[in-house]
């Protein structure tokens, strides 16, 4: 099975979990307004929704992670467990790589937080790396959502898929807007 052995490289946040639904509903709370006042479509600044420099996304973020859950309490991408289960039985090594300790003092939160989330969802993995380098992890595959990211491993040779929103509708094929997609195309770089 050409399967078999394949590191697969996951991010969590945009690929996985549901970052941009719940990172809504407490910036809605946050900011005291409705949360249709916060459009859907959003850029990676999240400045669609008032954000105007780093130093507010990361209060905004602190608060989030902090106070609210964030990391525990994000929804499931629809079929992100079942394909990654999938993906799992036949043979592939679930590596899931995210950057959630950007924020200085409150990592041990960020990271019990990841494991509660992924243990309570049942998403399959062996490892589980916080890095921003996601380069050095040494996957075969990666799925990421983040524009940076997707051109930065793409720019070191290595086979990226980029998974859709409306953070990187700019961002070139392979991208999958689907964990099914995401599946499929799995399936073809290793027997290609």
């Given amino acids: 099975m050409p399967l078999n052995g394949l590191i697969l490289g996951v991010d969590l946040d945009g690929v ?8 809504r509903e407490i910036a ?3 900011f005291e307004c409705d949360i249709d006042d916060l459009p859907l479509d959003v850029s990676y600044s999240l400045e669609e929704w008032g954000i105007n420099s780093p130093e507010e996304y ?3 973020h602190r608060f989030a992670v902090t106070r609210r ?3 525990r309490t994000s929804p499931m991408i629809p079929g992100a467990r079942r394909y990654l289960r999938q993906l799992s039985d036949e043979g592939v090594r679930i590596r899931i790589i995210t950057h959630r300790l ?15 989330w992924l243990d309570h969802h049942g998403v399959p993995y062996w490892d589980l790396c916080f890095m921003k380098d996601k380069e050095q992890v040494g996957a075969d595959v990666y799925i990421d959502d983040s524009p940076d990211n997707v051109a930065r ?15 990187n509708r700019h961002v070139a ?9 995401v599946y499929d195309l799995v399936h073809q770089h290793a027997e290609a």
């Fill in 16 to 23: 996985c979990a549901d970052f941009y639904t719940r990172m």
């Fill in 28 to 30: 809605a709370e946050w």
């Fill in 58 to 60: 990361e209060s905004l």
């Fill in 69 to 71: 859950d964030l990391f």
């Fill in 102 to 116: 950007f924020i200085h003092f409150f990592h041990h939160t960020a990271v019990s937080q990841t494991i509660d």
């Fill in 153 to 167: 491993l793409r720019a070191q040779g290595l086979f990226t898929i980029c998974f859709g929103n409306s953070t």
């Fill in 173 to 181: 094929a392979p991208r999958a807007d689907s964990w099914s997609e």
